[in-house]
């Protein structure tokens, strides 16, 4: 296909890292936010809360734990792995006058 544009595949190295910071920022600033004056309630310090563990810094690990396993599977290849084809079954006509596998 001449004149068509190649684009280059991204493995998801970056975007791992990426998430990676952006899930340690999202757990951890509700815990040093009050030092600079960035916080909601508690305004307080490494306070924890039941509601800090569950809506700061629960989805903050599950991102941390997404970036990984896109930078772990980007290093070894195990992105390109994933999408194996598996074997064809059998041939199974047997009836007369159908064409063979």
Excluded: N, Q
Excluded at 55 to 61: D, M, R, S, T, V
Excluded at 69 to 96: E, F
Aim: glycine share 12%.
């Amino acid at each position: 296909m001449a004149g068509m544009l190649r684009m280059r595949r991204s493995r998801g190295a970056a975007s791992g890292l990426l998430l990676v910071l952006l899930g340690l920022w999202g757990a951890l600033i509700p815990f040093v936010g009050p030092y600079f004056h960035f916080a909601y309630t508690p305004d307080t310090a490494w306070t924890y809360t039941t509601a800090r563990l569950w809506l700061e810094i629960l989805p903050g690990a599950a991102v941390v734990v997404g970036g990984v396993l896109l930078i772990i599977a980007s290093r070894s290849g195990g992105s390109a792995k994933s999408g194996a084809r598996t074997p064809r079954p059998p041939c199974r006509r047997t009836r007369p006058g159908l064409r063979p596998c």
